[in-house]
């Protein structure tokens, strides 16, 4: 703890202010070492994403955290590697809570595509992605929200891995990639107009949002 490896529990706090009359300084400490809602490199994202006016989203391996149920953000928590400790567990699942409102701002249009593998990928068991599916069914209902599948479609832009396409409400176009331990956010024109290029293939090749919903329904009914 002292080296900055662990994180000291309120109760540890407590009693190492009682034994060094540190009077509610040390206490006061817990306040500021929670763990963070978002990962470091994302922060500058979420910041972003609250804010515009369209986000455009494709996942091939993932259901995207805008649109996962608190059983999905909690299997995928629970799986974390390094393992996360109860306290940073709470305070992600919290933070995913959080931006999920943001569907409801019915101003911000949001476009998924969802790759064949995360739709089919049963993360939390049978039931728990059942319930997964149906979820993605009934968001694509609202006005302001589309959501496609795109089938196992071999070669193309999909298999280069995901993005977020979204834009300010200045329109300036930003483009979020994120890895397995760093994400990047950018306005480069050369960029994002080669992610702006690969996400219109990547329209093309989904399903259209109807068929998408008749897909994913019929997926949640053979689970």
């Known amino acids: ?32 070492l929670k763990p963070e809602k978002f990962l470091s490199y994302a922060e500058d994202y979420v910041k972003y994403e609250s804010e515009a006016i369209s986000l455009s989203f ?18 995928l928590l629970n799986a974390y590697l390094p393992p996360l400790d109860d306290e940073t567990i709470e305070e992600r699942a919290t933070g995913r809570r959080e931006r999920q409102v943001l569907l409801d701002k019915r101003t911000t249009a949001f476009s998924f595509v969802i790759g064949e593998a995360a739709l089919r ?12 599916l149906l979820r993605l069914v009934e968001a694509g209902k609202a006005r302001n929200v589309t959501i ?12 280069d891995g995901p993005f977020v396409l979204l834009e300010t409400a200045e ?15 950018y306005a480069d024109a050369d960029k994002v107009s080669a992610i702006v290029q690969r996400h219109a293939m990547i329209l093309r090749q989904a ?8 897909f994913i329904s019929k997926l949640a009914e053979e689970l």
């Open 1 to 32: 703890m002292e080296c900055g490896r662990r994180r000291p529990t309120l109760r540890l706090l407590q009693t190492a202010d009682q034994m060094c009359g540190a009077r509610g300084k040390l206490v006061a400490a817990h306040e500021y």
């Open 58 to 75: 494709y996942q091939p391996l993932h259901i995207p955290g805008l649109l996962q149920t608190e059983e999905t953000v909690r299997a």
């Open 121 to 132: 990928n049963p993360v939390g068991g049978p039931e728990v992605h059942r319930r997964q």
């Open 148 to 159: 496609q599948a795109l089938r196992f479609v071999g070669a193309g832009p999909g298999v």
């Open 171 to 185: 329109h300036e176009l930003l483009v979020y990639e994120e890895g397995q331990e760093t994400g990047r956010l």
């Open 207 to 214: 399903l259209g949002p109807d068929e998408s919903a008749r």
